[in-house]
Nanobody, 125 residues
Framework: QVQLVESGGGLVQAGDSLRLSCAAS????????MGWFRQAPGKEREFVAV????????YYADSVKGRFTISRDNAKNTVYLQMNSLKPEDTAVYYC??????????????????WGQGTQVTVSS
């Protein structure tokens, strides 16, 4: 099992930027894809971005493509989500997730076996 701790959330204005971080511990971080999901009040958890275990491949939800960038530093066991041009509809709790199987990348919540506690991102208009 892996433990995940997110940080970097906060309250910003529309158009601002934030960078979320997720520190992992407990297993071989570099063997697993990492993802970000978010959940707004009254809505289901939705996929935001995923990065392959090597960091070579990334995939984004259409709603964030071109504005958000996922990256990872395997030497630091950390994954990041750089969020630019934030919009009020980006307001949600953001969760970091670790892949369930080594080397496999997916974008469904069932593809991920470990989750962080979440960090709140609020974008005011």
């Amino acid at each position: 099992q892996v433990q995940l701790v997110e940080s970097g959330g906060g309250l910003v204005q529309a158009g601002d930027s934030l960078r979320l971080s997720c520190a992992a511990s407990g297993r071989a971080f570099s063997m697993y894809a990492m993802g970000w999901f978010r959940q707004a009040p009254g809505k289901e958890r939705e996929f935001v971005a995923v990065i392959s275990y090597t960091g070579t491949n990334t995939y984004y939800a259409d709603s964030v493509k071109g504005r958000f960038t996922i990256s990872r530093d395997n030497a630091k066991n950390t994954v990041y989500l750089q969020m630019n041009s934030l919009k009020p509809e980006d307001t949600a709790v953001y969760y970091c997730a670790a892949g369930r199987r080594p080397y496999y990348s997916g974008n469904h919540p069932s593809d991920f076996g470990s989750w962080g506690q979440g960090t709140q991102v609020t974008v005011s208009s």
